[in-house]
């Protein structure tokens, strides 16, 4: 089974500042990465996917880097509607198809 | 537009048996896999079941393997999800998520969600 470990599990920002949230696999997963928004009370929003592909309607704000087993999730200018918890999945080899435990990004 | 309604939640006493549904509409179901992915009160994802567009192929996360059943019935659009000897760790809210379709088992589309409350 490939583990995601994403850090920090909190990161504090300040509106109009830029984040950067890290997730690692356990081993490659190539560029099968997939990050998703969640919001409370909501189900999780798909972002990026093949670890830098923005998905439907994503502000370009959002940006997604790296292969292998070190990725980023880069939001440039945080908005406030941002301040969320983030996921990172592979796809690469599975079952199972695996999350990292979660960053919550909060105001600052 | 993509909607995915799951119902069937609810709460029920360790070792019983619940049944999930979600009905889907606005895409073609029959031409993409499908998932239930679940999420335990204040905790992250967990993927439990995935079932192929045509159902010949059916994987589970070694949590519910033997215990969780997913099936779908196409010419209905709809994703069940069969859940036996339900213990208290089961209890969360329940997903059904769509992939993105093609081999790629990324999830473009969610469900609203369903609790799944397991307590005596």
């Known amino acids: 089974e490939i583990v995601m470990t994403q850090s920090p599990a909190t990161l504090s920002v300040s509106p109009g500042e830029r984040a950067t949230l890290s997730c690692r696999a356990s081993?490659?997963?190539?560029?099968?990465l997939a990050w998703y928004q969640q919001k409370p009370g909501q189900a999780p929003r798909l972002l990026i996917f093949?670890?830098?592909t923005r998905a439907t309607g994503i502000p370009a704000r959002f940006s997604g880097n790296g292969s292998g087993t070190e990725f980023t999730l880069t939001i440039s200018s945080l908005l406030s509607e941002d301040f969320a918890v983030y996921y990172c999945?592979?796809?690469?080899?599975?079952?199972?198809?695996?999350f990292g435990g979660g960053t919550k990004v909060e105001i600052k | 537009q993509v909607q995915l309604v799951e119902s069937g939640g609810g709460v029920v006493q360790p070792g019983r048996s619940l049944r999930l549904s979600c009905a889907a509409s606005?895409?073609?179901?029959?031409?993409?896999?499908m998932n239930w992915v679940r999420q335990a009160p204040g905790k992250g994802l967990e993927w439990v079941a995935f079932?192929?567009?045509?159902?010949?192929?059916?994987y589970y996360a070694d949590s519910v393997r033997g215990r969780f059943t997913i099936s779908r019935d196409n010419s209905k659009n709809t994703l069940s999800l069969q859940m036996n000897s339900l213990r208290p760790e089961d209890t969360a809210v329940y997903y059904c998520?769509?992939?993105w379709g093609s081999g790629w088992c990324f999830f473009d589309y969610w469900g609203q969600g369903t609790l799944v409350t397991i307590s005596s």
């Open positions: 081993q490659s997963v190539a560029s099968n």
């Open positions: 606005g895409f073609t179901f029959t031409n993409y896999g």
């Open positions: 999945q592979q796809y690469d080899n599975w079952p199972p198809l695996t």
């Open positions: 079932i192929r567009f045509d159902g010949s192929n059916k």
């Open positions: 093949g670890a830098s």
């Open positions: 998520v769509k992939d």
